[in-house]
Nanobody, 123 residues
Framework: QAQLVESGGGLVQDGGSLRLSCASA????????VGWFRQAPGKEREFVAG???????SYAESAKGRFTISRDIAKNTVYLQMNNLKSEDTGVYYC?????????????????WGQGTQVTVTS
């Protein structure tokens, strides 16, 4: 069973950057899709970025041009580099994986989740 642990969240000012990490205890990033999602208070969990088994990347419109998803297979880790952060990026960020090589933008298609890491962007 995949065990995912996120890290790298924190408090940052508008326009700042953060890099989130999603570490897996087992070898998933070389085979299965991994997605990053976020959830703001009172809102539904939403897709941010995904990387599939073939390393193809996908992004939410709000993330394009500012966020970059990448992976390090040797470290079993997926990263989310977030630049030019805005207050609307605030939320708890989760990584998730599923038993498929294809990423999905629908959070209900992911079976394994990390505990989440808080990102707060202040203006």
């Amino acid at each position: 069973q995949a065990q995912l642990v996120e890290s790298g969240g924190g408090l940052v000012q508008d326009g700042g950057s953060l890099r989130l990490s999603c570490a897996s205890a087992v070898r998933v990033v070389s085979t299965y899709a991994v997605g990053w999602f976020r959830q703001a208070p009172g809102k539904e969990r939403e897709f941010v970025a995904g990387i599939d088994g073939g390393a193809r990347r996908s992004y939410a419109e709000s993330a394009k041009g500012r966020f970059t998803i990448s992976r390090d297979i040797a470290k079993n880790t997926v990263y989310l580099q977030m630049n030019n952060l805005k207050s609307e990026d605030t939320g708890v960020y989760y990584c998730a994986t599923r038993r498929s090589v294809l990423a999905s933008t629908n959070y209900t298609n992911y079976a394994y989740w990390g505990q989440g890491t808080q990102v707060t962007v202040t203006s």
